[in-house]
């Protein structure tokens, strides 16, 4: 099967640069109001979707145990450095594209930032969609291109591609923003209905950064967020969708034992088993390696 190419995070200094030192304290509060606001209150098991260093993992505090997922095995040791190795946290180096997890298996899932760096969008939702619960919670930021910024640039013809149409934009390779339409579109036909649309940094501007207390930036952008079900014209946007229904999908059952989580990627076949240092698929004989608490899905090991 040929998917997409992974923007590539390996070896990136991503959460140094672009949060703990990148100015973006607002950005960040804005987004853990957002997620308070949206996520479940409770929980058995959640998969974080490009989980990069774990920024958000801490946030979700009402779920007895999270799946980190990211292509990039050194986000995901940062994560393991800030979040530990314990049976609350499982750590896999995977593509959206090709997920490998079981149907069902999730009763919640994150995306954040994430969606910003799919060629093919409905593709990693369809991805998503499978991996659900019938019910589970999902919890999707994407960058908005109808934001008043590229609107503003539009109009006074600084920029030429239109933020009304549909189509994604890719400002940058393999960096997207989405209309907020599309999006809903893709999940509305995918099988998830749309609970809650909340608008996020409706003060990214550099001026007011630097004038105003990030609290009281973020206080504001707290009480404009719920606009976000009339209108979205914030760069960032997050939807609250709840997975529906499917008949093949059987009840959520104990949820201890990790191996029963995965099926292999290439060919979809499960119950993997467990080796000394990787897990075989019995079906297409592919070998996927564990390595120091990552479980690795990129390419198949000899
Ligand atoms: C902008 S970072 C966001 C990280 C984190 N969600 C946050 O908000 O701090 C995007 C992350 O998505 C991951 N990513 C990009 N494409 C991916 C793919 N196809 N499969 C899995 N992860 C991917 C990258 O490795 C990176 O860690």
New binding site residues.
Partial sequence: MTTPP??D?EGSD?QCSFWDSGGRAYEDRCEAIALKRLLPKSGKLMLEL???AG??TPRYTGFERVVL????RT?LEQAQERLGRSDRYIYVA????RLPFVDGLFDAATM???L??MADAPATLRQVQNVLHPGAAFVLEFANKHNLKAILRFILRQQEWSPFTLEPVEFAELNFDFHPKAVRGWLEEIGFTIERTLTVSHFRLGLLKRLAPVHVLAGMDSLFQWTGTLWQVTPSVFVKAKAVGRDSIPPLVGQNDILSYFKCPACGHAPLEEKKGYLACSSCKRKWAVKDGIYDFREAIH
């Fill in positions: 992974v923007c995070y991503y490009g989980a990069g920024r958000n997922l990211d292509y990039s986000q995977a593509d959206i594209y954040i930032r994430t910003h760096h």
